[in-house]
């Protein structure tokens, strides 16, 4: 019966709205539903409310209510409402939650950046996971100023439904976040330029009743009209800025307004190389012409480019004493690119390798040396020339440690 009355009270919320009745709402309905799916319940979750207030709005208001965005700030993915219109061209989907590589609930990779849809409804899935947790409103700001409202935009919705879970609020132990009320009104304000302001807020999850009260009253307010309260942070986390980008660049495969813009099939063209094949060359020579360095034979289970000159050494390696071995990332490379092209000018990029300055100083002290790169990324044979995601850390220092114990 609660969950019956609870996505009733969805549906009304979202009726009110487009009838004219009220300008925007807020449904304080229990049990949540955002995890539901068709075929099971998950997650605390009965029912699935949003969705089935949008269908039952959109069936309902077939002129006025054709395209809906739900922008889901709950702390967890909602893989509910992500199944109920993954291929859906007039929903579009926005979900911002902790994902740590698929290891926090619901576990697995559907909450990922790659997941954006199907069909037609490709391109109206955009998941904004949070690599770790210890989100705050700069992150949350952040996101919404590149990703959310860009994209919202060019939709142009006529409704926005807002699955409205706090456990990312400060004091939810559950979450371990840090979004503030004034952060959750901030993100209430943008959402509210949107659809004529229509608006529909549905509780979802959160698990520390303080934190609920105080950030669904600051939600209230901005709803009503008073301005959102100061923000105690502006500054977002390296991990936030990281998830940002990484969602900006697979979304913008499908957004003209995002940027940057894949230029993978540009660089196909002119045969370009990565950069960081072309700088280990580099230091391969530079080493070689001053320091008389040389290739050492590495064996390996597959053939990559990036392992050429990947360790070099003095031609008294093998004998000399003390031996300095040195294992290092591959040099920086400093510029501000074009935000459109992408393109960095040589001109204006710099090459920090701080390794050469150690190599010099134990050279020039007798030290026999070893030089070990340690590649982020390993060209592939066929190359794809497309943006390389990070490798995993686990699995780069497992690679290092077997180098390691192949020089030993």
């Not at 969805?10 to 304080?28: D, F, P, S």
């Not at 070689?288 to 990947?310: C, P, V, Y």
């Amino acid at each position: 019966m609660c969950a019956r009355l609870s996505a009733g009270g969805a549906i009304e919320a979202c009726r009110g709205i487009l009838n004219g009745h009220v300008k925007n709402a807020i449904a304080v309905i229990r049990p949540p539903g955002h995890h539901a799916e068709h075929d099971e319940p998950m997650g605390f979750c009965l029912f699935n409310n949003v969705p089935i207030a949008v269908k039952a709005c959109q069936n309902e208001f077939k002129d006025t209510c054709r395209k809906v965005l739900i922008l889901d700030w709950d702390v967890h993915h909602g893989n509910g409402v992500q199944q109920a219109f993954y291929n859906d061209p007039n929903v579009l989907y926005i979900s911002l939650h902790v994902h740590q590589g698929g290891k926090f609930y619901p576990a697995g990779p559907k909450g990922d950046h790659l997941h954006c849809g199907e069909g037609p409804g490709l391109g109206k899935n955009i998941n904004i996971p949070w690599r770790t947790a210890g989100m705050t409103d700069a992150d949350y700001v952040l996101a919404f100023q590149k990703i959310v409202m860009p994209i919202a935009q060019d939709f142009d919705p006529d409704l926005v439904v807002v699955s409205a879970g706090f456990d990312a609020a400060e004091g939810d132990m559950l979450g371990k976040c840090h979004v503030s009320p004034a952060g959750y009104a901030h993100m209430t304000h943008m959402l509210m330029s949107l659809a004529d302001g229509k608006v529909a807020v549905c509780l979802e999850g959160g698990y520390n009743l303080r934190s609920i009260a105080v950030s669904a009253l600051a939600v209230t307010r901005t709803l009503m009209g008073e301005p959102p309260g100061r923000l105690a942070t502006t500054i977002p986390t390296p991990s936030g800025v990281d998830s940002i980008e990484e969602v900006l660049r697979q979304q913008a495969k499908y957004w003209p307004c995002l940027y940057p813009k894949d230029p993978s099939k540009r660089i196909k063209q002119t045969e370009g190389e990565r950069i960081h094949d072309i700088v280990r060359e580099y230091q391969a020579g530079w080493l070689w012409e001053n320091l008389g360095m040389s290739d050492l034979f590495i064996a390996h289970s597959k053939t990559s480019r990036s392992f050429t000159n990947q360790v070099l050494a003095t031609s008294n390696h093998s004998e000399s004493r003390p031996l300095l071995v040195i294992f290092h990332d591959p040099p920086d490379l400093v510029g501000t690119p074009d935000p459109r092209t992408q393109r960095l000018e040589l001109h204006n990029t710099w090459l920090t390798d701080s390794v050469k300055q150690y190599i010099r100083w134990a050279y020039d002290r007798g030290f026999a040396v070893i030089d070990v790169n340690v590649p982020k990324h390993l060209t592939d044979l066929e190359e794809t020339h497309e943006h390389a995601e990070e490798i995993d850390g686990k699995k780069n220092i497992d690679e290092t440690q077997l180098l390691a114990k192949y020089l030993w």
